[in-house]
């Protein structure tokens, strides 16, 4: 079987990071991407095969960069396997501040609309492979109710879980798999400074274990750890009037930018 073609965003740290150490411990050729050169240039530096990963310093907001990126990954590596869209913000928004709506607008372009832009370039290519491949949005628990304090990236995520949705039944006749994966909560950067406590806290290699699994299944959809999937389908079921008992006061996130 041949190796993997792997194309990962947001992979300088967290779980992006996790994700690589994951693949090129299986013998997978990457495409890293991330705002950060020297981060991805020194994760890269110590996976297996060093030599066999290409790094691309590009921030996900310019759709150009990432064409561009993803195109010399395809020359480069002949065709891909897997891809994904991992690059995210997390910050809390509070509508009442308007110098929260460029933090809003920013968290929407981040988080949903580049994950379309990472995908797009790599669409025709795998629909001329013989193994068309994966496409794998990073959702979130977070995207299953809305959480005080974080309209903007409960909204992302949301937006992330419904457009993967979409976008499946676009490329099962062509028989590419979406893979929607949502995290609970996983011990990194983004989630180093929630002020309130992060039940089933996952570490990030467990975590990126885990996704590969559910990646290489082809399955549709998949909360890690499972734990969180079952307190997110509690959340699903649960009246307003209850939601809102349980959740009106709940602690907030922080409102100030964390990049992952």
């Known amino acids: ?17 996790a994700l690589a150490r994951q693949y090129a411990a299986q013998g997978a050729t990457l495409g890293l991407l991330a705002r950060r050169g020297d981060s991805l240039a020194a994760l890269i530096a110590t996976l297996p095969n060093a030599q066999l990963h290409r790094a691309y310093a590009v921030d996900v907001r310019d759709h150009a960069a ?30 009442e501040y308007a110098e929260d709506i460029p933090v809003f607008a920013d968290i929407i372009a981040t988080n949903v609309v580049a994950t379309a832009a ?3 370039p790599f669409i025709t290519a795998m629909r001329s492979q013989r193994a068309p491949g994966r496409l794998v949005g990073i959702g979130s628990v977070a995207g ?17 879980i419904s ?8 490329m099962k006749p062509h028989g590419i798999r979406v893979v929607t994966i949502c995290p ?18 996952m570490a990030p290699e467990k975590f990126a274990a885990a996704a590969a699994q559910v990646i290489a299944a082809g399955r549709s959809y998949a909360v890690i750890p499972w734990q969180m999937g079952i307190v997110a389908k509690i959340l699903r079921l649960l009246p307003n ?18 990049h992952e």
Not at 66 to 95: K, P
Not at 144 to 160: F, N, T
Not at 243 to 256: E, L, T, V
């Open 66 to 95: 990432i064409n561009e990126a993803a195109q010399a990954f395809l020359a480069y590596a002949g065709g891909v396997d897997v891809v994904i869209a991992n690059a995210g913000i997390s910050v809390g928004t509070l509508t």
């Open 163 to 170: 457009y993967c949705e979409s976008l499946r039944l676009e």
């Open 241 to 258: 009037p209850v939601y809102d008992w349980a959740f009106g006061k709940a602690p907030h996130k922080p409102r100030k930018k964390h």
């Open 184 to 201: 609970g909560y996983i011990d990194t950067p983004m989630t180093e400074k929630n002020p309130y406590p992060m039940p089933f806290l």
């Open 118 to 120: 990472t995908f797009a």
């Open 144 to 160: 299953i109710r809305g959480l005080p304090g974080a309209e903007a990236y409960s909204a992302s995520k949301a937006a992330v």
């Open 1 to 17: 079987m041949a190796p993997l073609r792997v194309f990962i965003t947001g992979a300088s740290s967290g779980i992006g990071a």
